[in-house]
């Protein structure tokens, strides 16, 4: 069965500062893996996901993420944090078969 | 589209009654899902259907738990009876088999159980 594990439940960065957000995972086949946000009080959005393609994967509001396999990881960053960056944020993972199986989230604050 | 619309987003009801949670996928998307999200346990997949048939309902916690999907356009995810530990925020999503399993989520509905 596939899983992820995000390292730590809260991260605090300033305005400006790189943004980290840990996910390694567990797969016996080549995992499609992808990061949502929820922001309060809202269902989760997509913002990257990476199927087997590149594995530098972009997304939306300038987040990124580097599928590495040697490492089982799919760390999410980005460069200059904005204040609208803070949210929940969920890695998740499937092998494909519509089943996502989502970490336990990691919420980001951001400090002026 | 409106997206995935939940209603209702706030239900507070008293243990032992019925909670009906109710659902509006997106047109076209023949996946849909169920999930609760609590502080404790995060965001479990309860059951999901494609094409209107249940396919994995593992997620379940008890018999008190059901779900239905009368057609493409609808789903209910029913309580009876509800009990405290019930309280949750519950999300429906819903998705298109050539959507790479990206799942697009409702707002949710916020579950108290007194």
């Known amino acids: 069965a596939q899983s992820v594990t995000q390292l730590g439940s809260h991260v605090s960065v300033s305005e400006g500062a790189l943004v980290l957000l840990r996910c390694n995972y567990s797969?016996?086949?080549?995992?499609?893996l992808f990061w949502y946000v929820q922001y309060p009080n809202q269902g989760l959005q997509l913002l990257l996901k990476?199927?087997?393609?590149?594995?530098l994967v972009k997304g939306i509001n300038g987040f990124e993420a580097e599928f590495k396999k040697s490492e089982t990881s799919f760390h999410l960053t980005k460069p200059s944090a904005h204040m609208s960056d803070a949210a929940e944020y969920f890695c998740?993972?499937?092998?494909?078969?519509?089943?996502?199986?989502f970490g336990t989230g990691t919420r980001l604050l951001v400090s002026p | 589209d409106a997206g995935v619309i939940q209603s209702p987003r706030h239900e507070v009801t008293e243990m032992g009654q019925e909670v009906t949670l109710r659902c509006k996928p997106i047109?076209?998307?023949?996946?849909l899902f169920w999930y609760r999200q609590t502080m404790m346990r995060g965001l479990e997949l309860l059951i999901y259907?494609?094409?209107?048939?249940?396919?994995?309902d593992s997620g379940m916690p008890e018999d008190r738990f059901s779900a239905k999907m009368p057609n493409a356009s609808f789903s209910t995810l029913k309580i009876q009876p509800s009990e405290p530990r019930d309280s949750a925020v519950y999300f429906c999503?819903?998705?298109?088999?050539?959507?790479?399993?990206?799942?697009?989520f409702g707002a949710g509905s916020r579950l108290t159980v007194l």
């Open positions: 999503a819903s998705s298109a088999y050539r959507g790479a399993n990206v799942l697009t």
């Open positions: 259907f494609n094409n209107n048939v249940p396919i994995d």
């Open positions: 990476y199927t087997s393609a590149a594995t």
């Open positions: 797969s016996s086949v080549p995992p499609y």
């Open positions: 998740a993972v499937t092998t494909g078969f519509q089943k996502l199986v």
């Open positions: 047109s076209g998307h023949d996946y």
